[in-house]
T-cell receptor, first 114, second 115 residues
Framework: AAGVIQSPRHLIKEKRETATLKCYPI?????VYWYQQGPGQDPQFLIS???????DKGSIPDRFSAQQFSDYHSELNMSSLELGDSALYFC?????????????FGPGTRLLVL | AQSVTQLGSHVSVSEGALVLLRCNYS??????LFWYVQYPNQGLQLLLK??????LVKGINGFEAEFKKSETSFHLTKPSAHMSDAAEYFC?????????????FGTGTRLQVTL
C-alpha cells in the first residue's frame, strides 16, 4: 500500500539559510500534519491542513510557514534557520481531520543546521 | 487538556519474556489513544488504536493494549519479546480542536531485548 512520502530524507543547511520540506500524503487523504522531533524528544505538533486550509496550529515558529496545494501535497518552509531547528520533521496524513482519525506517518526528513 | 504519561523511559526484557510498556492518560472526555513504534532512523508506525469499540485492542506484530478507565491506563503488552521488537514506543492521545485532530505524544519508552 502507498505510504506518506517525504522529501528530501536528509538535509544539511547553514545557519540563516532557508529550507523547504515536502510531503506527499497517502492517495485520497485530504489532511496533512507536520510534527517536529528533536533529538531524544517526542514528536511535537506544528501545523495541520484540511482540504488545503490550515486547520490547526501548534508550536510552530513564525520563521516557518506551510501550505497544502491543490494536489494535497504540503510544503513546510523554514527560513532564518537556527541550530535549534536541527530535528526530524515528520509529515502525517489522514482521511479527514475529525475526532480520532488515524494519522499515518512518513519516514521523516532529518534536518541538520550547521 | 488531554495528555499521556509513559512510565519508564527504558525497558529491558529478555527474548521470549513478556513485554509491558506503561501509558496513563488524562482526559475529561473519552479519549482516542494510539501506540506508535519508531525503529532506529525510521518514521512512526501505527501499532494499534483505541476507539472505545472494545477495551482490548489487538495490533500488529503480536502487540495488544487494554483500555482501563478505572486506572486511566492503556498499557501495551506482548506475550513473548523478539529481538526485532527493539525500538522506541510512543503512546499518544488524539485531541480534537473543533477543526482538526492532533496527536499529543508521551515521552517514549525505549525497549531493549536481550538474548
Amino acid at each position: 500500500a502507498a505510504g506518506v512520502i517525504q522529501s528530501p530524507r536528509h538535509l544539511i543547511k547553514e545557519k540563516r539559510e532557508t529550507a523547504t520540506l515536502k510531503c506527499y500524503p497517502i492517495p485520497r487523504h485530504d489532511t496533512v500534519y507536520w510534527y517536529q522531533q528533536g533529538p531524544g524528544q517526542d514528536p511535537q505538533f506544528l501545523i495541520s491542513f484540511y482540504e488545503k486550509m490550515q486547520s490547526d496550529k501548534g508550536s510552530i515558529p513564525d520563521r516557518f510557514s506551510a501550505q497544502q496545494f491543490s494536489d494535497y501535497h504540503s510544503e513546510l518552509n523554514m527560513s532564518s534557520l537556527e541550530l535549534g531547528d536541527s530535528a526530524l520533521y515528520f509529515c502525517a496524513s489522514s482521511l479527514g481531520g475529525g475526532l480520532g482519525e488515524t494519522q499515518y506517518f512518513g519516514p521523516g526528513t532529518r534536518l541538520l543546521v550547521l | 487538556a488531554q495528555s499521556v504519561t509513559q512510565l519508564g523511559s527504558h525497558v529491558s526484557v529478555s527474548e521470549g519474556a513478556l513485554v509491558l510498556l506503561r501509558c496513563n492518560y488524562s482526559s475529561s472526555v473519552p479519549p482516542y489513544l494510539f501506540w506508535y513504534v519508531q525503529y532506529p532512523n525510521q518514521g512512526l508506525q501505527l501499532l494499534l488504536k483505541y476507539t472505545s469499540a472494545a477495551t482490548l485492542v489487538k495490533g500488529i506484530n503480536g502487540f495488544e493494549a487494554e483500555f482501563k478507565k478505572s486506572e486511566t491506563s492503556f498499557h501495551l503488552t506482548k506475550p513473548s519479546a523478539h529481538m526485532s521488537d527493539a525500538a522506541e514506543y510512543f503512546c499518544a492521545v488524539s485531541r480534537y480542536t473543533g477543526t482538526a485532530s492532533k496527536l499529543t505524544f508521551g515521552t517514549g519508552t525505549r525497549l531493549q531485548v536481550t538474548l
